[in-house]
């Protein structure tokens, strides 16, 4: 009896492990979403207003967005990196970052380690 209750001790450790770092897996994906979300729209704010006749008109550059970018992922204030921060087609921004994940637990049946990458895109309203 005692090697059952043992046994089934250790099943409920090793479940109760798991569900602690598949939820801190889950909550780090989500937190590099947003970042990259956030940087993505502080990408669109690199743009150059021109008006073309009476049209006034954005227009985004791969240099503008990585500039807009790179301070909010830099000040993330963890180890996110950016990636890519570009303008695929002149009005909007696409931004890639990437963090590694390490769980908070150790545990034989979670990797030690993950790359995690988020990519966001973010338009502008003056098109």
């Given at each position: 009896?005692?090697l059952?209750?043992?046994g089934?001790v250790?099943l ?7 569900c ?16 990259a979300d ?8 690199g ?14 550059t791969?240099?503008?967005?990585a ?8 000040g993330?204030g963890?180890?996110e990196v ?5 303008s ?23 990797p ?16």
């Open positions: 009896m005692l059952l209750v043992l089934y250790l409920a450790l090793a479940v109760i492990f798991v602690a770092c598949a939820t801190d897996l889950y909550i780090a994906q989500k937190r590099l979403d947003a970042l956030a940087a993505a729209l502080a990408g669109t704010d743009f150059v207003l021109t008006v073309q006749g009476q049209t006034p008109r954005a227009e985004l791969d240099g503008a967005v500039a807009q970018a790179r301070p909010l992922v830099d993330a963890g180890d950016l990636v890519s921060a570009t695929p087609d002149g009005a909007s921004a696409r931004v890639t970052v990437r963090t590694a994940w390490h769980p908070p637990l150790v545990s034989p049946f979670v030690e380690g993950l790359t995690l990458q988020a990519t966001a895109t973010s338009r502008t309203a003056l098109r």
